[in-house]
């Protein structure tokens, strides 16, 4: 069975530019989610949502973080403009449900200079 | 903000030796994970307790919870360099399993061989 995939790896960008991290899920995962983990600190839960609706997005800086889901599946998390405090991982886990086991991607380290 | 404190922050042993780390949690929860994360790599989830269990055990394993203490330890069991890693324990609080897991900052074991 396939994991959680997420693109790109890695990623330098300069403040005010805009990113977008993208994740595939693993198949038949209704919910999925997407952290922030900054060095040397626990995952940091931005937005989760089911199928493709938002459950939760209540730490999600939204004036310039924003994420998407439209189809169910797959699902993009947007930076714009970005800070030098986005520096960070950003994890993506996928569950069956909400009560499963949630499993990680890889994660997408992002450097802003 | 995160919910957990994880002690110690960073803990290094000897191969065959028994590794304990231990987190404590500020709220009521349903249930208690932990996970762990290599170098560069994503998370992966290790047990999950729930909060009516006291006790759980996976392999080399073996998790406790106190809710009277809102406190869990994990203790690894011959312990090998491949354990080498950072751990985390999250809680899953709230009302119902909702999935919005709150992650410690983490201890970082080193396993010398």
């Not at chain 2, 231990?22 to 909060?51: A, D």
Request: net charge positive; aromatic share 8%; hydrophobic share 30%.
């Amino acid at each position: 069975e396939a994991g959680v995939a997420q693109s790109p790896r890695y990623k330098i960008i300069e403040k005010r530019q805009s990113v977008a991290f993208w994740c595939n899920p693993i198949s038949g995962h209704a919910t999925l989610y997407w952290y922030q983990q900054i060095l040397g600190q626990g995952p940091k839960l931005l937005i989760q949502f089911q199928n493709n609706g938002v459950v939760d997005d209540s730490q999600l800086p939204k004036d310039r973080f924003s994420a998407e889901r439209l189809k169910g599946v797959d699902s993009t998390l947007k930076i714009q403009p970005a800070k030098l405090e986005d520096s960070a991982v950003y994890l993506c886990a996928s569950s069956l449900t909400r009560s499963d086991t949630q499993y990680f991607g890889p994660g997408t380290r992002l450097t802003v200079l | 903000s995160q919910q957990g404190e994880e002690d110690p922050q960073a803990l290094s042993i000897q191969e065959g030796e028994n590794a304990t780390m231990n987190c404590s949690y500020k709220t009521s929860i349903n249930n208690l994970q932990w996970y762990r994360q290599n170098s560069g790599r994503g998370l992966v989830h290790l047990i999950l307790i729930r909060s009516n269990e006291r006790e759980k055990h996976s392999g080399r394993l073996r998790v406790t919870l106190d809710t009277s203490k809102k406190s869990s330890s994990l203790l690894i069991t011959a312990s090998r360099a491949a354990d080498t890693a950072s751990y985390f324990c999250a809680t899953d609080e709230g009302s119902g399993n909702t999935g919005k897991l709150i992650f410690g900052q983490g201890t970082t074991l080193q396993v010398k061989p």
